[in-house]
């Protein structure tokens, strides 16, 4: 089983990164922001209350998330590993997740932080705004608010990781390629060693 975190600000290429992983290693790819924007589309309550927080840029709060990725684990049980992607985003959520994993004897193998410059970030959002249509993406001022929620409140989960001497520095710059072949590295050295 090898199960990797994907970690990153906003715009990083977490998501974009994820779907060639996930293909290569052959993972379940557990995104918590997509699986809010499917309960968004379904118009369900969580989705309803999480939109409001979404709009804002503010992170949606952690019994809610914890319990979709209880769930999503449940029902990928199965899977020879996952790919966690926007989660977890608090030590609250890292916390959890040790705990579920280890509920079911595993754990986390590696963490892959993707750096990119706040001006490149800001740069990729705004793009995609054009054809996302995610509210989230079109406003730099809530752009902005996105990268102090993450400042404030997932950096703290890279020194969670750094303790355990999980975590990696990925140069997030360049091509989606070029980019893509740094994360396989260190998943191939971690995988060999
Ligand atoms: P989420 O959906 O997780 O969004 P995010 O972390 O803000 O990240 P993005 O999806 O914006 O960026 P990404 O790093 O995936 O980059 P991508 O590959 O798309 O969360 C949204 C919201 O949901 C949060 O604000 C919060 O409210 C809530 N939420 C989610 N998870 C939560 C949790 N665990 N707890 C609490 N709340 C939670 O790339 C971005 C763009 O750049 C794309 O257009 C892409 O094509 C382009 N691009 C990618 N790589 C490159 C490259 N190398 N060169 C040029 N362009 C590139």
Redesign the pocket.
């Known amino acids: 089983m090898l199960n990797v975190v994907i970690f990153?600000p906003?715009?990083?290429?977490?998501?974009?990164?994820s779907e060639r992983l996930v293909k290569k290693y052959g993972l379940a790819h557990l995104?918590?922001?997509?699986l809010?924007r499917a309960e968004i589309a379904a118009q369900t309550p969580l989705g309803m209350e999480a939109k409001k927080?979404?709009d804002q840029?503010?992170?949606?709060p952690d019994e809610v998330?914890i319990g979709m990725v209880d769930h999503f684990y449940e029902k990928n049980k199965n899977a020879s590993g996952f790919l966690f992607d926007?989660?977890?985003?608090t030590v609250a959520?890292a916390q959890a997740l040790d705990k579920l994993l280890e509920q079911k004897n595993s754990g986390i193998h590696i963490v892959l932080a993707l750096e990119v410059d706040e001006e490149e970030l800001t740069k990729?959002?705004l793009?995609?705004a054009k054809s996302s249509g995610r509210t989230?993406d079109s406003d730099e001022k809530i752009i902005r608010q996105?990268f102090e929620v993450y400042k404030r409140d997932t950096t703290p989960v890279a020194d969670y990781y750094r303790a355990q001497n999980k975590f990696h520095s990925i140069y997030g710059m360049?091509?989606?390629e070029e980019?893509f072949d740094r994360l396989c590295q260190s998943i191939d050295n971690y995988i060999q060693r």
Not at 10 to 17: A, F, I, L, N, V
């Open positions: 990153g906003p715009g990083s290429g977490k998501g974009t990164q995104s918590t922001g997509d809010l927080l979404m840029g503010i992170l949606v998330v926007g989660f977890p985003r959520q990729r959002l793009n995609r989230d996105r360049g091509t989606i980019v």
